[in-house]
């Protein structure tokens, strides 16, 4: 299992400073989720840590290694996003297979392992639909999928719940759980949502402006904020 750790990482777009210092370390397996408001940089900070962004400055070091300057597919990790982006024209189980087949896996070892993840993500009976034929949260399972069977030892997602209706979103948050207690790999979720933060997180890294405000257990968030930010923020009556 696989730590990662940030230290001192900053970034700006042209004179606009979006990520201002953040030193963080995230436990392996640990299910970590950085909660703040639209625009703080939550999701200019997975994507630093994903290698799809370049920090300005600072280190990222994942699995004790530094991979500062390592590429996206170095980096042992997978990222899933809100838009699920699932290819139309292919049957879930080719949509879940695809990153094997890019990589030219043989055929058997590719079949064998789609059925695997289809069975942890109860897909087994739909691997023949194509994704319109699906349910959202159905599409946002075979994303996670083509996540899952690269076995990642890190796992980013982005809001990946927040085009799901409100009762579809707490079934989706149990199995991400779920999930995490199956794999047992380390998770960095974002969200804007305080009540995803507080059912789902181990740890939660509260960002405001680019910085952070306050780390740790949701309880402990709730019992002693660190800032009046993260009390609103969290709704403590403090
Ligand atoms: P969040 O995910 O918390 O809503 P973002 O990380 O997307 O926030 O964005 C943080 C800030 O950085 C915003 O002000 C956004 O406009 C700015 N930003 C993000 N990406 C770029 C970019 N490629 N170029 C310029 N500004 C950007
Ligand atoms: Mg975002």
Do not use: W
């Amino acid at each position: 299992m696989t730590s990662v750790v940030l230290e001192d990482v900053r970034k700006s777009f042209g004179s606009l400073d979006v990520i201002k210092g953040v030193d963080l370390t995230i436990e392996a397996g640990e299910f970590c989720v950085f909660v703040g408001p639209s625009g703080c940089g939550k999701s200019t900070l997975l994507r630093i840590i994903s290698g799809l962004e370049t920090s300005t400055s600072g280190k990222i070091l994942i699995g004790g290694k530094d991979v500062t300057e390592a590429e996206p597919s170095q980096r042992g990790i997978a990222m899933v996003f809100q838009s699920y982006a699932l290819y139309p024209h292919l049957t879930v189980a080719e949509n879940i297979g695809f990153g094997l087949s890019l990589a030219r896996r043989p055929k058997a070892e590719i079949s064998e392992k789609v059925k695997q993840t289809a069975d942890v993500l109860q897909l087994s009976h739909l691997l023949d639909r194509k994704p319109k034929a699906l349910s959202g949260g159905q599409r946002q399972r075979v994303a996670i999928g083509r996540a899952i069977i690269r076995n990642p030892q890190v796992f980013l997602f982005d809001e990946p719940l927040s085009n799901l209706d409100a009762s579809l979103r707490s079934q989706m948050r149990l199995e991400l759980t779920e999930l995490h207690a199956k794999l047992g790999a380390t998770m960095i979720y974002v969200t804007h949502d305080q009540v995803e933060a507080m059912t789902m997180a181990d740890k939660i890294v509260v960002l405001n402006g680019g910085k952070i405000e306050q780390v740790g257990s949701p309880m402990t968030l709730y019992n002693n904020p660190a800032t009046p930010f993260v009390a609103g923020f969290i709704g403590s009556p403090k």
